[in-house]
């Protein structure tokens, strides 16, 4: 269980995220929504215990947040990582590996084992050879995947991992990520752009906007009513053909669902 305690992050003079409680169950998928700039990788920068609270608790697996901890997979957004180079997806997630997560340095035999175990959950073992600088969006994904999976979390924290992927390959990640959620019991949060994708997937949604947050099934969450008091303006929201779309006067917020 991850639990927020009456968390409130400030940033740059904002209060990102105001005096927000609420509790993850252990094993649940949970999608991470919310316009640009909500405070979704904010969030789990506190989770890793990287980003301090102004007040407030955050506990993960019933301990304080913490930096180092193996309990958590983390997979960043890639715009920021993976930068195109000749070294091959084995050394990467070898450094990774060696890295002080794992606190006792690694036998040579042992390393290789996690690797090639964390790229075989991802169904990529083909990656381990394959220069960075030649992988596909959808490899340098499942790459980063593999890397979050080394030291066997119990939590994983994937940060946009549908960027820049097209609907095929997104819908392949999501179906990955399901099925690593349920062969290695994990508790999942997904930070998404788009809703949509995720729709059949998910158990719960947490939506972020304005420092305010509201997590609950689709139903729940995902309704003009919710949605116009967390934005503080008129929202509205419309299904048709099994998708959800979120209109609004105001520009930002279209990026929370709608992409049509
Ligand atoms: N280094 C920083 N210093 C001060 N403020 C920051 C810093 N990084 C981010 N912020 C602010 O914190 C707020 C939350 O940013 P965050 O990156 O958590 O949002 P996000 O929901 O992940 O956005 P996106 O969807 O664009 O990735 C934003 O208002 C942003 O401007």
């Not at 349920?182 to 059949?200: C, S, W, Y």
């Amino acid at each position: 269980m991850i639990s927020l305690q009456n968390v409130t992050i400030t940033r740059g003079g904002q209060d990102v995220l105001r005096d927000i409680s609420l509790t993850f169950r252990d094993s649940e998928f949970v999608g991470v929504l919310g316009p640009n700039g909500a405070g979704k990788t904010t969030l789990f920068r506190a989770i890793l215990g990287l980003q301090p609270l102004s007040a407030g608790r955050i506990e993960v697996f019933g301990a304080p947040a913490r930096r180092g901890n193996q309990d958590i997979g983390y997979m960043p957004q890639t715009r920021s990582t993976l930068p195109a180079s000749n070294i091959c997806g084995f050394d990467v997630l070898a450094n990774a590996a060696r890295g002080h997560e794992f606190g006792l340095p690694l036998s040579s035999r042992r390393l290789r084992e996690e690797v090639m175990a964390a790229l075989e959950d991802v169904d990529g073992v083909e990656l381990a050879a394959r220069p960075l600088a030649r992988l596909s969006g959808g490899q340098r994904q499942r790459l980063l995947l593999a890397a979050a999976l080394l030291g066997a979390p119990k939590l994983l924290l994937l940060d946009e991992p549908l960027i820049s992927l097209d609907p095929a390959a997104q819908a392949a990640m999501i179906a990955l990520i399901a099925r690593l959620r349920r062969t290695r019991d994990l508790t999942v949060l997904f930070a998404a752009h788009d809703i949509n994708p995720l729709l059949g997937s998910m158990d719960r949604v947490l939506y972020l906007s304005g420092g305010h947050a509201a997590l609950g099934t689709v139903d729940e969450v995902i309704t003009s009513e919710g949605l116009s008091k967390l934005y503080g303006s008129e929202i509205e929201v419309l299904r048709a053909g099994g998708r959800i779309f979120v209109l609004s006067d105001r520009p930002d917020a279209h990026h929370a669902c709608d992409h049509a």
